[in-house]
């Protein structure tokens, strides 16, 4: 058995963005949902090297960020604003 992370699942209307300080592309979509009045709870991967775990076995053993997760548990990476407020 491999050790996973369970991803935090976000109240209905919001989600979870797993990200680092450093990402353009999440400030962007940061940015975005402030915006769109979209609620979101920020994972930092680096501050919490656990949860790069999850993002990992979303995204074919990368650690690619922005990853999404719907309070349905699904995830996306780097999603636009418009597939985040489709799938809310």
């Known amino acids: 058995m491999t050790d ?13 963005m797993y990200s680092t300080t450093w990402c353009g ?3 962007r979509l940061r940015t ?15 501050e919490q090297p656990e949860t790069a775990a999850y993002v990992e076995s979303v995204n074919g053993g990368n650690q690619t960020v922005p990853t999404i997760v719907f309070p349905d548990g699904t995830a996306a990476t780097n999603p636009s604003l418009a597939e985040v407020k489709s799938r809310l």
């Open 32 to 46: 975005q949902l402030d915006s769109a009045g979209i609620g979101y709870t920020v994972v930092d991967i680096e």
């Open 4 to 16: 996973t992370v369970t991803p935090v699942v976000p109240a209905a209307g919001t989600v979870v």
């Open 25 to 27: 592309y999440c400030r």
